[in-house]
């Protein structure tokens, strides 16, 4: 069953801010977009679920956005339509409402995800898009050594990508996103080569996985990351990071069609 949070927010109880995982630091990345874009293919109409402030929302396509947090709601720029305040497990729209649906970087918050992406098959004619993290993969980032915590955290909350292919049905295929080493969207692998980044406690916050971790955690994290920064005991094990055009991580979109 889904449960509003104060704000309005479809969260889990239990899971913290269902905001936390989209401030400042995080900002749509074009390259990532582009991907996301070719997945929708030649959609006109477009369902973006989960859809916070609108990152990754084309002006090109005409976007339906549900978004159930106020607070993210209100983040809205003018030039984006105002998202309809829905969760993703009851969507008020008449089957086969839409050619594309989109959900990006939101199914781990989700109450229910196989209900969640039912109804998003139901009201899609076309392509359902999902831009998420792959939990079997979250903790081969060099981020496992120093907080093992809080990838431990990411894999527990993302489903697995089965999950979502099995709750779409149709015809799907993963795809690994590459991830640029100057990704302007600031979740934990875009710092790939980058480490510094992640000493800011700003930039770790935007992480939504940080906030469930525990003081302890942080503070052992930035001790032992600074010294191995430090002491080039970082560089020497994953300084080649620093020069990569891209890294291929845990992201990836899931693409189903009926
Ligand atoms: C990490 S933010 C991502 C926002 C946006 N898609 C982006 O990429 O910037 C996750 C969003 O999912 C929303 N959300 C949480 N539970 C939801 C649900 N059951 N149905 C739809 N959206 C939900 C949250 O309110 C939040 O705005």
Not at 226 to 236: E, F, K, N, P, S
């Amino acid at each position: 069953m889904t449960t509003r949070t104060r704000d309005g927010s479809a969260a889990r109880v239990g899971q913290g801010d269902a905001d936390s995982g989209c401030p400042s630091h995080r900002g749509p990345d074009e390259r990532i977009a582009r991907l996301v874009a070719e997945a929708l293919g030649d959609a006109r109409t477009v369902l973006n679920v989960g859809a916070g402030a609108g990152s990754y929302e084309s002006a090109a396509r005409a976007v339906t956005a549900v978004e159930p947090s106020e607070s993210m709601r209100a983040r809205r720029p003018t030039r984006l339509a105002p998202a309809i305040d829905a969760v993703a497990e009851d969507l008020p729209f008449a089957d086969g409402a839409f050619d594309a649906a989109m959900t990006l970087f939101s199914v781990h918050q989700w109450s229910d995800v196989r209900a969640g992406l039912r109804e998003m098959r139901r009201v899609t004619r076309g392509p359902v898009v999902v831009l998420t993290f792959d939990p079997a993969l979250v903790r081969d980032f060099w981020l496992y050594r120093y907080a093992p915590e809080v990838l431990d955290i990411e894999a527990r909350r993302h489903p697995p990508v089965e999950e979502l292919a099995a709750a779409l049905g149709g015809t799907w295929t993963v795809q690994t996103v590459p991830i640029p080493l100057d990704c302007t969207d600031g979740f934990n692998e875009a710092y790939y080569g980058r480490p510094e980044m992640l000493l800011d406690p700003a930039a770790r916050q935007a992480c939504s996985a940080w906030s469930f971790a525990d003081d302890r955690v942080r503070e052992r994290f930035d001790r032992t990351l600074r010294h191995d920064l430090a002491a080039g005991i970082w560089d020497g094990e994953f300084g080649h990071l620093r020069v990569r055009p891209v890294y291929e991580g845990s992201l990836v979109i899931v693409r189903a069609t009926p």
